[in-house]
């Protein structure tokens, strides 16, 4: 009986707490938000279940060992089949799927009494974990069905909307995580190019593919992005790939690798709209110029929202007078610009907490 | 980042001694410390050119940078070679330079230096004498590998012409690498050679 005594400890301690002896409907149902702190009890051993104060004597809490046949009161240990009241009901003496409850107190004709009371309520939702221990004989008469897709009772039996809206949402949610799962499998493999490791072996920020938009060589981001900052070569070779020197203008940083064409279409696309939906640190506004011209990824935007084309490139042309060298120049700015900023973009969206978003803005 | 280097090395090594060139013995590398930051690779000489049947040892240096920035390796292997210093063992090659790339290994290095042996650039010579030779005088050029080819590297070609002249030297107090890098220099006229020693 030493589940019982430890049992009673929790009444008391719940008791001492101010907590009330009644199980929280919310927690029944799996979904209440104050966890820890709920006025109600979470502990279904010790607790009441709502609605059944009328019957529960006032000794069921203080001598729960000694009054045996109060023990029918506890529900919980009533088990999921269906209808079991019923199949009790019918034959009394089948020794299958009986209850702990039934076992220590015997079938009670106050679990019947308590399930064929009046019905509670015609439209509200049966509070209790369902199934529903009191199947048909429940009080409330709206019993949610239950979702083969998430295993849950979640589905409605009348409100057609409800049910088609779940389904989609769980379809969503099913391709969604085999999405993740797809990702997850093709990436799992994949070494860097520079380093050797694996990338997703890898710890923290450090666990990221920097994909080269021109070609299919696999690098880790941090890795990919030292190549292209190493001032010691001539930019013609380190914004080439390191295998098959392939040049590409900008790495885009992704948490898994892409495969086929669409997957990385995707990824750029993304990338490009997330950095144009910030504001670009050169153009300040319109307040000052932005050297890469409309060649920028980031945005160019007065602060009444009219995006502005601020043409071409110009800052190299006071540099150089030649118009050769010139766009030399301007890959070479943008190359570093591009590698520059797409770090500080990652930063910004790895980072959860607002202090780094604003540190990131000081910079800008 | 030290780390990266280390670590890089150590998978390299692992990568080039299970490679079909091993089984093959036309590349070979080894530790000389346990630093795993010098290292000793080994090349065959390619068929087919005056380098084939011998050993050439190079001597591999990895930087902290590795591999962001090339190892620097040069051949300890005496060697008579267009873009090869016959001096210092020197290399000229690009991707030992600025062509480098980060994703290269010692076992892609190894191989192009194989590959340099066979296929040498006259017209961007490391040594210049050599390369003059090469472009001017390539049958004495061919010859002159072989010999130095046999007399560093254990090749199969003998040339006892050479080996006399190198021995008049030689009887006359030279060294016999000095009598033997003057005379190649000279293409094997040994008055030349003698002139320009005592001169």
Redesign the interface.
């Known amino acids: 009986m030493s589940a019982v005594a430890s049992s009673v400890d929790q009444a008391i301690t719940n008791a001492t707490l101010g907590r009330s002896q009644t199980v929280c409907r919310y927690f029944l149902r799996g979904v209440c938000r104050y966890g820890e702190q709920c006025r109600y009890s979470h502990n279904v051993s010790t607790g009441r279940l709502e609605g059944e104060r009328t019957i529960s004597s006032p000794d069921v809490d203080a001598k729960p060992s000694t009054s045996r046949p109060n023990w029918v009161n506890a529900p919980i240990f009533v088990p999921r089949q269906k209808g079991y009241v019923t199949q009790n009901e019918d034959d009394e003496a089948s020794g299958s799927a009986v209850s702990w409850a039934e076992i220590v107190g015997g079938p009670s004709e106050h679990c019947v009494k308590l399930n064929m009371g009046e019905p509670f309520s015609l439209e509200e939702l049966c509070p209790y974990e369902c199934p529903c221990p009191y199947g048909e004989y429940c009080r409330y008469r709206i019993h949610l069905e239950l979702c083969e897709m998430c295993d849950q009772y979640c589905l409605h039996p009348t409100d057609q909307a409800q049910r088609k809206k779940h389904i989609r949402e769980c379809l969503q949610q099913h391709e969604q995580a085999m999405e993740l799962s797809f990702a997850i499998a093709r990436s799992k493999d994949k070494t860097c ?5 694996i990338i997703m072996e890898k710890a923290g920020r450090e666990k990221r593919f920097g994909i080269l938009p021109n070609c299919n ?1 696999i690098f880790c981001l941090e ?1 990919i992005r ?2 292209r900052q ?1 001032k ?3 930019h013609k ?1 380190t914004r ?4 098959c ?1 392939v040049s590409s203008d900008f790495v885009c940083p992704s948490a898994f690798w892409v495969e086929t064409k669409e997957e990385k279409d995707k990824l750029l696309n993304d990338y490009r709209s997330a950095l144009g939906a910030k504001d670009c640190k050169y153009f300040k506004k319109g307040d000052g110029k932005c050297p890469f011209g409309n060649k920028c990824f980031y945005k160019h935007a007065l602060p009444n929202g009219d995006i502005v084309d601020v043409g071409l490139p110009k800052r190299a042309r006071k540099v150089h007078g030649s118009q050769n060298e010139l766009i030399d120049l301007v890959d070479i700015y943008l190359l570093e610009y591009f590698d520059q900023r797409d770090y500080h973009w990652l930063e910004l969206l790895s980072s959860d907490d607002i202090s780094e978003s604003s540190d990131y803005s000081d910079e800008e | 980042m030290a780390n ?1 280097a280390v ?2 090395i150590k ?2 090594f692992k990568e080039v001694m299970r490679s079909e060139e091993i089984v093959q013995c036309s590349i070979k590398i080894e530790l000389v410390n346990d630093s795993w930051t010098e290292l000793r690779g080994e090349i065959a000489g390619p068929p087919d050119t005056p380098y084939e049947g011998g050993k050439f040892v190079l001597e591999i240096k990895v930087p902290e940078t590795y ?3 090339p190892p620097k390796v040069r051949f300890i292997t005496r060697i008579w070679h267009p873009n090869i210093s016959s001096v210092t063992g020197a290399i000229c090659l690009d991707i030992l330079k ?7 290994t010692l076992r892609t290095v190894l191989l192009s230096l194989q590959a340099l042996l066979a296929a040498a650039e006259p017209d961007d010579p490391q040594d210049a004498v050599v390369a003059y030779q090469f472009k001017d005088k390539h049958e004495l050029f061919l010859m002159t590998a072989k010999h130095w080819t046999n007399a560093y590297a254990g090749g199969p070609h003998t040339f006892p012409d050479c080996d006399s002249k190198i021995q008049r030297l030689k009887d006359m107090g030279i060294e016999e690498h000095d009598a033997r890098a003057v005379l190649s220099k000279e293409n094997w006229n040994l008055e030349k050679a003698t002139e320009c020693l005592f001169s």
């Not at chain 2, 600025?98 to 290269?104: I, Y």
């Open positions: 190019g520079i380093c050797f490791d060589h890795c030292r190549w190493a010691q070569f001539e070779i080439a790939c390191p295998e020197r | 990266m670590s890089r998978r390299e591999p962001f920035n600025d062509n480098w790339a980060a994703a290269m």
